[in-house]
């Protein structure tokens, strides 16, 4: 059966109308055929808000021709279109295939709004040839259940509408609507698992097994079944575990747990926090190095997607990974925001009363920011002694690596906020006194 806007409205009707429809728009046949479908429900009910997105991979040479072509589709339809450009290239240990992959699918993320539904173009074909290759690859009970047709990805969802159909019944769809498309030179390159699998290995097996298409999405539906079921009860270990956030994870609490169960939970974890389930082979690294290493130690576990640290009995999960903050001093007018480097967010100012730094001190003084050096030593409202700056942020339970990335405000060379979140006393305002008050808005 050809997939028609009337089946697509109703794949859609099954799940919460958001604020906006984004549909992942590579140009190719199949999200050529979704574009299509949702551009037809738009036409006749104007209820339906959509838009397309086209990630920018950088990595073939006339992937500016494709922009444009893309760019021109969404005019003729109507449908805004939003180009992202990222960077694709694979980081060390990291295959082409899922660089190009991470990069595009946090770039689609990006552009989601608070409930908003991401609309991609996997079709059946695309599900077997997945649950096979996850199979190849060791994967375990949630690999094996491949795409799911919906799915959390904060701060919206993901749809795959077409799951249903093959890659032959788009096409002829495609041709029934005279669609023009781009064709991926690199779709032809077998050095990709998935190329080899689908066009060496996929003909072969289907000669044999007529339907395996079906048969293998099945199977992937049996084992989504399964996955849900574990999930429920992961999902029930994982909320007493959750500390302080959904990106805490309080380790006295899983190690009540037994390892196969500490598991589940940490992949729950993540599953929670939007990103894809790492490999066996991290997670035994996880909980080997870094669950289970010394008290007195701060290990920690990075991958391309993001990062994991441990700092008194809590995991804290990083995405994407920081970056190092350079040293810096930067000069700060003080009367509009400051950005800082390295991804290290941005410093705001508001003028309030009786909290933060007093007006007095803030108006005409050289203000600069910059970092811990070492040394540096505080005095605070209400403490009638000076303290280090570094004990004093081990006592208040920063963790290491954010107290290197806190940014320090001087005004007139002296340190007069820490991060915006203390006052040092010399600067600090009385209860009725004019003041400013700094807010570090972290990435």
Not at 13 to 28: F, K, L, T
Not at 52 to 62: D, F, M, S, T
Not at 185 to 194: C, F
Request: proline residues 7%.
């Amino acid at each position: 059966m050809l997939p028609t806007a009337d089946t697509l409205r109703q794949q859609l009707e099954c799940h919460p109308r958001p604020n906006r429809y984004w549909i992942g728009y590579s140009g190719g046949l199949d999200s050529r055929v979704l574009l299509e479908l949702c551009a037809r429900i738009a036409r006749d009910d104007g209820r339906c808000s959509f838009a397309a997105v086209h990630v920018h991979h950088g990595l073939q040479a006339v992937a500016d021709d494709w922009v444009t072509h893309c760019q021109q589709v969404c005019e003729h339809h109507a449908l805004p279109c939003r180009i992202i450009r990222v960077d694709a290239r694979p980081l060390r240990g990291q295959s082409p295939e899922d660089a190009a992959r991470t990069a595009r699918y946090r770039a689609l993320q990006s552009v989601l709004a608070e409930g908003d539904i991401l609309l991609t173009a996997q079709h059946r074909d695309d599900q077997a040839e997945t649950l096979l290759l996850q199979l190849l690859r060791g994967a375990g009970l949630a690999g094996l259940a491949a795409m799911p047709d919906y799915a959390p990805l904060p701060p919206g969802h993901i749809l795959r509408p077409l799951l249903a159909h093959t890659r032959q019944e788009l096409a002829a769809c495609a041709a029934a609507l005279q669609l023009d498309w781009i064709e991926d030179p690199s779709n032809q390159d077998q050095t990709y698992d998935r190329n080899f699998l689908r066009q060496s290995v996929w003909p072969l097996l289907e000669s044999r097994w007529p339907g395996l298409s079906a048969t293998l999405t099945r199977t992937a539906r049996h084992c989504a079944e399964a996955q849900a079921m574990l999930d429920q009860q992961a999902a029930a270990w994982l909320a007493p575990a959750l500390r302080g956030g959904d990106t805490r994870l309080d380790l006295t609490v899983l190690r009540r747990h037994p390892s196969n169960e500490q598991a589940l939970i940490l992949r729950a974890w993540l599953k929670h926090n939007g990103l894809r389930m790492i490999s066996t082979r991290c997670l035994a690294q996880l909980q080997q190095t870094v669950i289970a290493a010394g008290a007195d130690r701060t290990p920690h576990l990075v991958w391309p997607e993001a990062e994991i640290r441990r700092y008194r009995d809590t995991l804290y999960l990083l995405n994407p990974p920081l970056r190092p903050v350079r040293p810096v001093w930067l000069d700060w007018p003080g009367d509009a925001s400051l950005s800082l480097p390295d991804d290290n967010g941005q410093l705001e100012v508001t003028r309030t009363c009786g909290s933060g730094i007093a007006l007095r001190h803030w108006q005409g003084a050289a203000i600069r920011v910059g970092y811990r050096r070492g040394g540096e030593s505080i005095g605070l409202p209400g403490r009638h002694h000076r303290h280090a700056l570094k004990k004093f942020l081990q006592e208040q339970g920063v963790p290491p690596w954010m107290r290197e990335r806190l940014p320090l405000i001087y005004l007139d060379s002296q340190l007069a906020s820490i991060a915006g979140r203390w006052t040092l006393a010399a600067h600090a305002a009385s209860p009725d006194e004019d003041s400013v008050q700094i807010h570090w808005r972290q990435p």
